[in-house]
Structures are given as structure tokens and as C-alpha cells.
């Protein structure tokens, strides 16, 4: 079974950039088919997609397309998250997915962006 993990700092000033890493077991991030995704909720709202990487190649939320980066590195068997710029806004739980049926979830981390 696929078991993913998140790791990084739970805590990130104003305008610095959020860094974030998935460390994936029982699968490779290698394999053909899968979406190796970044979600995340902010308080009161409903999940929100940021973007995911398949196969080394990155989809963003258009919304947020200009401050996110997602890569990989295929040694470790991680995926890497960086959002810049971050304001308080950004406070949410981000949870690192395999996105292609059946999907696995990470256990999800708190991101608190304040000075």
C-alpha cells in the first residue's frame, strides 16, 4: 500500500517562501499513471488543489500557478512543494496525495504563515 508523509516547517513568516516535502513508501513516484498532488484547506474552506507532478512534468492551479513550484527527486522517492511569497492567507493544512484512483493521502501538516 502507498503511505505518503509530510515534512517542513510549521511555521513560515510573511513573504518568505513555503517549502514543503512528501516522502513516499510502497509505490514510486516513477510509476506510469500517477499524480503525485499538493491539497490544501484553509480554516472554514473546502479543499483546494494547488498542483501535482507526473511523470516530471508540473500542473498548477491557475490561481496560485505564479508562486507555485513542484519537483522531485526520484532518488528519495519525494516530491517537493515551494510556495512563494506567502501571506497569512496561506495558513491551511497542506496534505500531499496520489491523485489517480485509488488515491492515497498523507496525514496532512499545519502551515501557520505569521510573523
Known amino acids: 500500500q502507498v503511505q505518503l508523509q509530510e515534512s517542513g516547517p510549521g511555521l513560515v513568516k510573511p513573504s518568505q517562501t513555503l517549502s514543503l516535502t512528501c516522502t513516499v513508501s510502497g509505490g514510486s513516484i516513477t510509476t506510469n499513471g500517477y499524480d503525485w498532488s499538493w491539497i490544501r484547506q484553509r480554516p472554514g474552506k473546502g479543499l483546494e488543489w494547488i498542483g501535482y507532478i507526473r511523470r516530471g512534468s508540473t500542473y498548477y492551479n491557475p490561481l496560485l500557478n505564479s508562486r507555485t513550484a513542484i519537483s522531485r527527486d526520484t532518488s528519495k522517492n519525494q516530491y517537493t512543494l515551494q510556495l512563494s511569497s506567502v501571506t497569512p492567507e496561506d495558513t491551511a493544512v497542506y496534505y500531499c496525495?496520489?491523485?489517480?484512483?485509488?488515491?492515497?493521502w498523507g496525514q496532512g501538516t499545519q502551515v501557520t504563515v505569521s510573523s
Open positions: 496525495a496520489q491523485t489517480v484512483s485509488p488515491w492515497y
